[in-house]
C-alpha cells in the first residue's frame, strides 16, 4: 500500500486573518505513483466543476470553487473528506483540534491554543456544516468512501495548519522572512507525516511556496536524522527523497514533489487547498462578526490590499478600547 499526501496553503498574501497549510491524505494499493488521475478513476464520485446540480463531490483548486460558488463547496468536500475518514467536528475549534499537527497527541491542546490568536475566535464557537446540511456531508462521505473503496483504497485524513497573525509574526521573527514562515508550517505537517506512516512509502505532493525553486537544505534542516537526496531541481519542478530507518528496522522512503499549480492534477492537493481556504474563511468570519459587534455598521474584510488596511482604520477606536495589540491583528509581513 502507498500513502498519497498533497499539500497546500491559502493566505499567504493577506495583510489580516490567518495563513492556513493543509495536507490531505489517501491510501491507495500497490507502490502507486505520486500523480495518479484520481479524478478520473473516481469520476462516478467527484467533480472538477464546481457549478452544476450533480450530487458528486467538488474537488478542485479552492480559489475556483469558491469564487465560483462560495464556501459551500468547499465545506461540503472538507467535512465529508473528514467524516469519511472517521472525524466528525461538531464546531471550528473542535476541527482545529481533530486536525492539528499534533493531533493525535497530548501536544494538540498547544496547537490548539495557538491557533486562537485573539478574542474573536472565544466568545461563540462557530457550530458545522453552516453552509450546507448535515445530509450533504453525509453524502459527501458516501462519495469519497465508496469510491476509494472501488480503487481498494481509503481516505486517511485531514491535517490543518493554522497561524493566526500572533503566530505568524512570531514564526516570522523565528525563521526571518515570510517564504520561512510558511515552510516552517508546511514541516510541521510533514513531520506529522512522518510520524504516522514509519514503515509505508509515502508520496507528497506539495505546491511551490512561491518562487522557491530549492528545498534541500530546508528538509535537511527539518529532518536532522533523514538522508534527504534531490531528484530533480528544475524550473518547474523540485523532487526529493528522504530516506528513514522504519519503526520495524527496515528502510522507508518519503518522496516529495513540489511544483506550480500542482492542485490541477493531484486530487489530494486541491483537497489540501479547499481545506485550508475553508478553515481561513471560516475564521475570517469570526474575526468580523466579533468587530461588526463593536462597531455596528461595519464593512466584512477578506483581510487583502487596501481594504485591510480600510478595516483597520474602521475599527481603531475598538481596537483601542479593548486594547487589541498590532501584533494580535495584523501581520507583519
Not at 109 to 124: F, K, L, Q
Not at 205 to 222: F, K, N, P, S, V
Not at 225 to 230: H, N
Not at 234 to 244: C, D, G, M
Request: charged share 25%; aromatic share 6%.
Amino acid at each position: 500500500m502507498a500513502i498519497l499526501v498533497g499539500i497546500d496553503e491559502a493566505g499567504y498574501g493577506p495583510h489580516l486573518g490567518p495563513l492556513v497549510v493543509s495536507a490531505a491524505a489517501v491510501r491507495l494499493p500497490g507502490d502507486a505513483p505520486a500523480d495518479p488521475n484520481l479524478w478520473s478513476a473516481l469520476r462516478s464520485h467527484v467533480r472538477k466543476r464546481p457549478r452544476g446540480t450533480s450530487s458528486r463531490v467538488v474537488v478542485c483548486d479552492s480559489k475556483a470553487a469558491y469564487t465560483a460558488c462560495g464556501v459551500g463547496p468547499l465545506e461540503r468536500a472538507v467535512l465529508g473528506f473528514l467524516a469519511a475518514s472517521g472525524r466528525r467536528p461538531a464546531t471550528l475549534s473542535a476541527l482545529v483540534r481533530q486536525t492539528g499537527p499534533s493531533c493525535d497527541s497530548a501536544e494538540a491542546r498547544v496547537h490548539a491554543g495557538d491557533a486562537a490568536g485573539g478574542p474573536w475566535h472565544a466568545p461563540e464557537d462557530l457550530r458545522l456544516p453552516d453552509s450546507v446540511t448535515a445530509d450533504d456531508v453525509a453524502s459527501a462521505a458516501d462519495h469519497f468512501g465508496r469510491g476509494l473503496a472501488r480503487l481498494a483504497g481509503r481516505c486517511e485524513g485531514l491535517w490543518v495548519n493554522v497561524a493566526t497573525a500572533a503566530r505568524f509574526n512570531r514564526l516570522v521573527a523565528t525563521t526571518g522572512n515570510k517564504a520561512g514562515a510558511l515552510f516552517a508550517l508546511a514541516a510541521e505537517l510533514l513531520t506529522a507525516i512522518h510520524r504516522r506512516w514509519p514503515d509505508e512509502p509515502v508520496h507528497v505532493t506539495m505546491d511551490r511556496h512561491g518562487g522557491r525553486r530549492y528545498y534541500a537544505d530546508l528538509l535537511a534542516q527539518a529532518f536532522p536524522m533523514e538522508r534527504v537526496e534531490t531528484l530533480d531541481e528544475s524550473p518547474h519542478r523540485s523532487a526529493y527523497r528522504l530516506v528513514r530507518s522504519g519503526a520495524g528496522g527496515g528502510p522507508a522512503e518519503m518522496r516529495l514533489t513540489i511544483c506550480e499549480r500542482c492542485e490541477e492534477w493531484s486530487l489530494a492537493t486541491a483537497l489540501a487547498s479547499m481545506a485550508a481556504k475553508y478553515v481561513r474563511e471560516l475564521h475570517m468570519r469570526q474575526l468580523n462578526t466579533y468587530f461588526q459587534r463593536l462597531v455596528p455598521g461595519l464593512r466584512p474584510t477578506a483581510g487583502y490590499g487596501r481594504d485591510a488596511w480600510r478595516f483597520l482604520a474602521d475599527v481603531d477606536g475598538a481596537r483601542k478600547a479593548h486594547d487589541l495589540a498590532d501584533a494580535v491583528l495584523l501581520r507583519c509581513r
